[in-house]
């Protein structure tokens, strides 16, 4: 491309990564990973799912990259967070349930939540500013994952007294405090 046009080629590619990366992350948001497919990426960013290959990889390879928070951006992680616990305190997704139910009994569902979490941890980490960002961010996952086990699968009584709206708001109470 001319530069009178002021689109470069790199320009050009680059849109289209960015195009692309977010179709992956509203697709991975609504269907999860199991559910999303290349195809259905590349149809969302309107481009051929050669492109998405090419541009990132294999579907797993884009899914780690389609994950990832912003770095020093602490709003932006307590965002996140936020939509996290709303999901979480609603109706967990069958796969979801699966694994969370299986990864006590199970050494693969153990190791991939394990994984997952992990990378929750340190994800957040980098979006979290201070000297405790990592403490902070191991807290969050830890106490997510707590409040999935005990609404969704100990069910807790006390969270059939308290609505949902009420648990969010506490929730972000709790996330917004200063240490």
Do not use: C
């Not at 849109?15 to 149809?43: C, D, M, N, P, S």
């Not at 998405?52 to 928070?69: E, S």
């Not at 006390?158 to 405090?177: G, N, Q, R, Y």
């Amino acid at each position: 491309m001319s530069a009178v046009s002021g689109t470069t080629r790199d320009a050009k590619r680059a849109r289209t990564a960015q195009r692309i990366l977010e179709a992956a992350q509203e697709e991975f948001a609504t269907h999860g990973y199991k559910g999303t497919t290349v195809r259905a990426i590349a149809e969302r960013a309107g481009v051929h799912a050669s492109l998405v290959m090419q541009h990132y990889g294999t579907k797993a390879d884009l899914f780690a990259i389609a994950v990832q928070l912003p770095k020093d951006n602490p709003q932006g992680a307590k965002d996140h967070l936020m939509d996290v616990l709303d999901v979480r305190l609603g109706e967990l997704p069958p796969e979801t349930r699966a694994l969370v139910r299986s990864m006590l009994t199970s050494p693969e569902a153990e190791a991939s939540v394990r994984t997952f979490l992990d990378e929750r941890v340190n994800n957040l980490e980098q979006s979290f500013e201070g000297d405790d960002a990592q403490v902070r961010a191991l807290l969050a996952v830890s106490s997510i994952l707590g409040l999935t086990i005990a609404q969704h699968f100990l069910k807790l009584s006390a969270f059939d007294d308290v609505p949902h709206e009420t648990l969010v708001k506490a929730a972000h109470a709790w996330l917004s405090a200063k240490t």
